[in-house]
């Protein structure tokens, strides 16, 4: 089968459209969701495909934009998250889900030719065991994908952005005097700071990685920010990494 990639805007038409469907999210997910999910499952299909027949676990799935995504070019996928709630966001959960923690899979090492894991990192407090969980049920050869929100980006803070530039503790307590409790994504709770360097020196250290690509999610085409450090935990907005298992 050959996964068609969707026609992708450029230049300022492309900076439109995701502003459009990224400021509509809150109160209308899908189109956002729908697009980044094409568009990663197309990539991904390019990159280390083809996807079709592949093993993939889907981590920190939600409700599974991705997982129909990668099930459309032909991958077998686990949708893994360990949340009801948030794998029932839109409905049902997405068929063949599982129930767990990404930093304890219940599957045995080898298992999987490919995990894709998008904006889950920022979301747990222990992401180095995430990282290892990963590289266990990889098999040899199997990719990594790797994406999350950096805390320096505009967006670090989800919900209390700006303000999470006054640092974990005085950020969400400015945010909460001027604007109340934040509506999600609570700072120690439900979010936690991840950085660009720290994760990537982890994943250099692991001797069973290697970090193939390392790119801003939104704008790939300026991945030479990501080899000036400082520079890239402030204009990346969301951090992709690929790699291989050794
Ligand atoms: C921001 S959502 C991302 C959903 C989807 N992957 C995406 O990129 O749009 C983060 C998801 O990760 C899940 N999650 C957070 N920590 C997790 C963990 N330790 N194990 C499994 N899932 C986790 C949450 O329940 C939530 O569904």
Redesign the pocket.
């Known amino acids: 089968m050959k996964f068609e990639s969707p026609p992708r805007e450029h230049g300022l038409e492309r900076v439109r459209q995701l502003w459009t469907l990224w400021r509509n999210e809150p109160s209308d997910p899908g189109p956002f969701?729908s697009l980044?999910a094409t568009e990663a499952a197309a990539q991904l299909d390019v990159e280390v495909g083809p996807l079709a027949g592949q093993r993939i676990a889907?981590?920190?799935?939600?409700?599974g934009?991705?997982s129909r995504s990668l099930r459309d070019a032909g991958a077998e996928v686990v949708p893994?998250?360990?949340?009801l709630?948030?794998?029932s966001l839109q409905g049902e959960p997405p068929p063949g889900f599982v129930l767990?923690?990404?930093?304890d899979l219940p599957f045995p090492d080898r298992s999987f030719d490919g995990v894709f894991?998008?904006?889950?990192l920022e979301?747990?407090p222990?992401s180095p065991d995430?990282l290892t969980e990963i590289t266990r049920v990889l098999k040899t050869g199997g990719w990594g994908y790797l994406?999350w929100t950096n805390w320096y980006s505009p967006w670090g803070g989800h919900d209390i952005a700006p303000y999470h530039f006054l640092g974990v503790r005085v950020g969400p307590r400015v945010y909460q005097m001027l604007h109340g409790p934040p509506a999600k994504n609570v700072v120690g709770k439900?979010l936690w700071p991840v950085h660009i360097g720290q994760t990537l020196r982890l994943l250099e250290r692991d001797d069973a990685i290697e970090v193939t690509r390392v790119e801003p999610r939104y704008w790939p085409q300026f991945r030479f920010i990501m080899r000036i450090p400082g520079l890239r935990e402030l204009l990346s907005w969301n951090c992709v990494v690929y790699f291989r298992k050794r």
């Open positions: 969701y980044m889907d981590l920190g799935c939600g409700p934009f991705y893994i998250d360990n949340s709630g948030e794998l767990a923690d990404a930093s894991c998008s904006n889950l979301h747990t222990n995430v994406s439900t």
